[in-house]
């Protein structure tokens, strides 16, 4: 269909006009001026966001209906979609000394204009996108987005990974500031060297995992960068210095001091949780003291804003299948089983999709947490 095209918008009235179509779904408690507003600010400031270095950064893509009569650059916009292009690391089975650093591309913010849902955009808008990102991220690259559409992604290549949360509802708990006596509030920009710790212990972790992979299976994983997180954190700070003028989010993540043990969390004032994004923690004693004063802080930091719950994926809680159920009893014996939700289908599947066509049955993703997440 030569009169269906895809363009990168780099011109800040289209930048406006997507944004303002993004705001009818993904605003939240902003209004819509103060949506957009917020992406412009992201994507002028952000250094995860910029494009001066490629392939990679944030690009907004459109498609474009050239038989529609168009009086405007806006009028014959009938789908957009965003991608954001990070490292990411690779290790295949047959070659597993070779530790690869290749092209991911997430995907986000696919949205069709209410006049022009029903008529096959979005499908061709994952066609031209499938075919842009073989290109651009390489044959040893690959693509993923988080699914409100159960398995439709799958007709265009991707693999679902089905995830489960935890959610534990904490309006009433009463914390004992004894627990939080060795841990320290993360601030804004002010992590780095936590952060290359992080990476340097997932390296390690990762290179260790793949000694054992078949031949004819793969291990990848999102490369930690603190430019990432001080993205998330600057969205969580415009969120609440929106919202909130007078008392504007400080903390953005808890350290234990002794450990090193951490996590980061963004607050999500629309369903009143707050999301653990990344959680890292040393497994080798399967001591799990260290978690709890976490757990404890991060209770205290919701509780500062009136948010009620605390919400993990299934993949924070644990690497190992031991650590992983330590935790889980502890969170049972901890907390009521009224104030908790175990292993929940989570809201956004998690799919992903090879550009050298290897099926998702043969990989392992791994770091496969909220911090990924477009």
Same mark, same amino acid.
């Given at each position: 269909?030569?009169?269906?095209?895809?363009?990168?918008?780099?011109?800040?009235?289209?930048?406006?006009?997507?944004?303002?179509?993004?705001?009818?779904?993904w605003?939240?408690?902003?209004?819509?001026?103060?949506?957009?507003?917020?992406?412009?600010?992201?994507?002028?400031?952000?250094?995860?966001?910029?494009?001066?270095?490629?392939?990679?950064?944030?690009?907004?893509?459109?498609?474009?209906?050239?038989?529609?009569?168009?009086?405007?650059?806006?009028d014959?916009?009938?789908?957009?979609?965003e991608?954001?292009?990070?490292?990411?690391?690779?290790?295949?089975?047959?070659?597993?000394?070779?530790?690869?650093?290749?092209?991911?591309?997430?995907?986000?913010?696919?949205?069709?204009?209410k006049?022009?849902?029903?008529?096959?955009?979005?499908?061709?808008?994952?066609?031209?996108?499938?075919?842009?990102?073989?290109?651009?991220?390489?044959?040893?690259?690959?693509?993923?987005?988080?699914?409100?559409?159960?398995?439709?992604?799958?007709?265009?290549?991707?693999?679902?990974?089905?995830?489960?949360?935890?959610?534990?509802?904490?309006?009433?708990?009463?914390?004992?500031?004894?627990?939080?006596?060795?841990? #320290?509030? *993360? $601030?804004?920009?002010k =992590?780095?060297?936590?952060?290359?710790? %992080?990476?340097?212990?997932? &390296? +390690?972790s990762?290179?260790?995992?793949?000694?054992?992979?078949?031949?004819?299976?793969?291990?990848?994983?999102?490369?930690?960068?603190?430019?990432?997180?001080?993205?998330?954190?600057?969205?969580?700070?415009?969120?609440?210095?929106?919202?909130?003028?007078?008392?504007?989010?400080?903390?953005?993540?808890?350290?234990?001091?002794?450990?090193?043990?951490?996590?980061?969390?963004?607050?999500?004032?629309?369903?009143?949780?707050?999301?653990?994004?990344?959680?890292?923690?040393?497994?080798?004693?399967?001591?799990? #003291?260290? *978690? $709890?004063?976490?757990v =404890?802080?991060?209770?205290?930091?919701? %509780?500062?804003?009136?948010i &009620? +719950?605390?919400?993990?994926?299934d993949?924070?809680?644990?690497?190992?299948?031991?650590?992983?159920?330590?935790i889980?009893?502890?969170?049972?014996?901890?907390?009521?089983?009224?104030?908790?939700?175990?292993?929940?289908?989570?809201?956004?599947?998690?799919?992903?999709?090879?550009?050298?066509?290897k099926?998702?049955?043969?990989?392992?993703?791994?770091?496969?947490?909220?911090?990924?997440?477009?």
């Amino acid at each position: 269909m030569s009169h269906i095209v895809l363009e990168e918008v780099t011109n800040l009235e289209i930048l406006k006009f997507a944004y303002k179509a993004h705001s009818e779904s993904w605003s939240g408690l902003l209004s819509s001026e103060q949506y957009i507003d917020r992406e412009l600010q992201l994507r002028s400031q952000s250094k995860q966001l910029q494009t001066d270095t490629s392939p990679y950064g944030l690009f907004l893509y459109i498609l474009r209906d050239l038989q529609i009569p168009s009086e405007n650059e806006t009028d014959n916009i009938v789908t957009t979609g965003e991608v954001l292009i990070r490292k990411s690391w690779r290790i295949d089975g047959d070659d597993v000394e070779n530790l690869k650093i290749v092209n991911s591309g997430v995907i986000g913010n696919v949205f069709t204009l209410k006049n022009h849902r029903g008529k096959g955009y979005a499908t061709q808008l994952f066609h031209k996108l499938n075919e842009l990102l073989d290109e651009k991220l390489g044959k040893d690259g690959y693509s993923f987005l988080y699914s409100e559409v159960g398995t439709y992604y799958e007709k265009f290549g991707f693999k679902n990974f089905n995830i489960k949360t935890h959610t534990i509802s904490i309006k009433d708990y009463k914390i004992d500031d004894e627990h939080l006596s060795n841990t #320290e509030p *993360l $601030k804004l920009h002010k =992590y780095k060297d936590l952060i290359n710790y %992080q990476k340097d212990k997932l &390296e +390690k972790s990762f290179l260790q995992k793949a000694k054992t992979l078949p031949k004819d299976e793969s291990i990848i994983s999102l490369i930690p960068n603190v430019d990432i997180y001080d993205w998330i954190n600057e969205k969580d700070q415009l969120i609440s210095t929106k919202l909130f003028p007078n008392s504007k989010v400080d903390n953005y993540g808890i350290l234990d001091l002794k450990t090193k043990n951490h996590f980061i969390w963004l607050h999500d004032f629309s369903s009143k949780k707050l999301y653990i994004i990344k959680s890292f923690i040393n497994e080798e004693s399967n001591d799990i #003291e260290s *978690l $709890k004063n976490l757990v =404890y802080g991060t209770i205290k930091e919701a %509780q500062l804003y009136g948010i &009620e +719950k605390i919400h993990f994926w299934d993949t924070s809680i644990g690497q190992t299948l031991k650590y992983h159920d330590l935790i889980i009893e502890w969170f049972k014996t901890e907390f009521n089983d009224s104030n908790i939700s175990l292993f929940e289908e989570i809201d956004s599947i998690p799919a992903i999709r090879m550009n050298d066509g290897k099926s998702g049955l043969k990989i392992h993703w791994e770091n496969n947490e909220k911090w990924s997440w477009y």
